[in-house]
């Protein structure tokens, strides 16, 4: 038998994950890892098949076609990742009656001027999003807070249902729901419109981090996302945690939050690094501490299940769909090229157009250089030379300290991270905040998955979700 290229983690005392580019992975223990690195072999016949089948092994007569079938498969990992399927992005606003801790873009204050966007530009945002997509159509309305212009998210909405179709558009509103009213839950009712609230734990923890002039955020939000449950459905609010040093010191108050309201679906993440937040106090854990939180996280979800609650925590179920679903490519922050511009377009307030979120954080942390790809009335990602060297950069088995790194081909690319953190798009990985937050993230999932009959049953359930 002939060795092909593969990478290997070591996960417990006897349990090592290998992977190939191909995207297949095992479990074996260190004695079979030994024999396949010494001989090419492990002279146990099922083993040995599994190995050839998934082109860890060869025989010397099959050299070639496995060679050629490990380049194939690499191929259809690129061109499924180059797929332009985006989300856009409109900032109706930057303004905001908020001013969290971890805010990674410098809002402007509720009357600040000049910081709205001219309602003579939605024709051309919704002309441009018929231009470089097809349906369906996935708007995501960003702040500042964007129910303080409600009137332009209407309008956003009347127009691209006239242009795009109102079966082929849905709408995602990013609020903190402190101004949700009864207006706004009648125009949402019959239309494809869904609410994203950040809920960062219990009141004392979520009002020490999103800070609102009455000192009562906590309340707003839990008002909003009852208003709209009870008007308007379970299924039209999802929330978002963004897990700061007051969250980690008691992990399970999230799940007790969520359970009183009835959420049963989470979405958990560290602070980004980008901006402004990386320099607030919010930001004074390690990593090994967020995953200690999580590790806590995860036994509570796995009890609350076994007493009939059926929660799922959604970052970790996109990390283990790009371990176990070869087709699963979607989740623009674990894409290998970078989800930049591929998963989304952003159309900013002042009309300027990014390619991602993070670029326009960029371009408010950095005024002097230029992260667009210009305005909405001449965009042009092809002529952007940060456009074209983000895309470049962002092959992770390109990159040094990827490629030997048993996640690579689960992993993604930030090269936008990289650049607010390092300075340039590839970055030094053993510095890397993204590198350290998602290797952690898929070696804890495959310790679990490998470990304990229990935590495999709630991956595999997770596979779906």
């Given at each position: 038998m002939k060795l092909m290229p593969f990478n290997f983690e070591r996960l417990h005392e006897n349990s090592y994950?290998?992977?190939?580019?191909?995207?297949?992975?095992m479990f074996i223990n260190f004695q079979q890892l030994e024999s396949i690195i010494d001989f090419g072999q492990t002279f146990i016949p099922e083993l040995d098949h599994n190995l050839e089948n998934k082109l860890f092994i060869s025989a010397p007569s099959s050299i070639n076609t496995a060679i050629s079938s490990l380049a194939s498969a690499l191929g259809k990992r690129v061109v499924a990742g180059l797929e332009f399927k985006p989300i856009f992005m409109i900032v109706p606003t930057l303004r905001c009656d908020h001013s969290c801790k971890y805010c990674q873009v410098s809002r402007a204050s509720i009357n600040a001027q000049g910081f709205d966007l001219d309602e003579k530009l939605i024709p051309k945002i919704i002309d441009?999003?018929?231009?470089?997509?097809?349906?369906?159509?996935k708007l995501e309305l960003q702040g500042g807070e964007p129910l303080l212009r409600f009137d332009l998210v209407k309008l956003i909405y009347q127009q691209a249902e006239e242009k795009l179709g109102g079966d082929s558009i849905e709408m995602v509103i990013a609020t903190s729901l402190s101004l949700v009213s009864d207006e706004i839950i009648d125009w949402a009712r019959s239309r494809s419109v869904v609410f994203s609230v950040s809920l960062d734990g219990d009141q004392l923890v979520h009002d020490r981090n999103r800070i609102h002039p009455s000192g009562n955020a906590y309340q707003l939000a839990i008002n909003g996302i009852k208003k709209i449950q009870s008007q308007l459905g379970m299924h039209r609010i999802s929330t978002v945690t963004t897990v700061t040093d007051e969250l980690i010191k008691n992990p399970l108050s999230l799940l007790e939050t969520h359970k009183a309201l009835g959420l049963f679906e989470l979405f958990?993440?560290?602070?980004?690094?980008?901006?402004?937040?990386?320099?607030?106090?919010?930001v004074n854990y390690s990593m090994q501490e967020y995953m200690r939180f999580y590790a806590k996280l995860w036994d509570g979800i796995k009890q609350y299940r076994a007493d009939g609650l059926p929660f799922v925590e959604h970052s970790a179920a996109i990390h283990i769909k790009k371990l176990f679903v070869p087709s699963f490519s979607s989740y623009a922050d674990l894409k290998s090229p970078s989800g930049v511009v591929l998963n989304c377009v952003l159309f900013n307030y002042d009309g300027r157009v990014y390619g991602s979120d993070e670029s326009r954080m960029l371009q408010k942390v950095n005024p002097q250089l230029d992260f667009s790809a210009g305005t909405v009335d001449e965009i042009s990602f092809a002529n952007s030379a940060y456009y074209q060297n983000l895309t470049s950069?962002?092959?992770?088995?390109?990159?040094?300290?990827?490629?030997?790194?048993?996640?690579?081909?689960?992993?993604?690319s930030d090269p936008c991270q990289n650049i607010s953190m390092q300075g340039e798009p590839i970055g030094d990985k053993s510095l890397s905040a993204f590198c350290e937050y998602h290797k952690s993230m898929f070696?804890?999932?495959?310790?679990?998955?490998?470990?304990?009959?229990?935590?495999?049953?709630?991956?595999?359930?997770?596979i779906h979700a």
């Open positions: 994950f290998i992977s190939n580019v191909a995207g297949f992975s441009a999003i018929a231009r470089l997509s097809e349906s369906p159509y958990v993440r560290p602070i980004s690094p980008y901006g402004f937040a990386n320099s607030r106090s919010s950069a962002s092959f992770n088995f390109l990159h040094p300290g990827c490629e030997n790194c048993a996640f690579l081909p689960f992993c993604g070696k804890f999932l495959v310790s679990k998955y490998n470990s304990s009959i229990d935590d495999k049953s709630l991956i595999e359930d997770w």
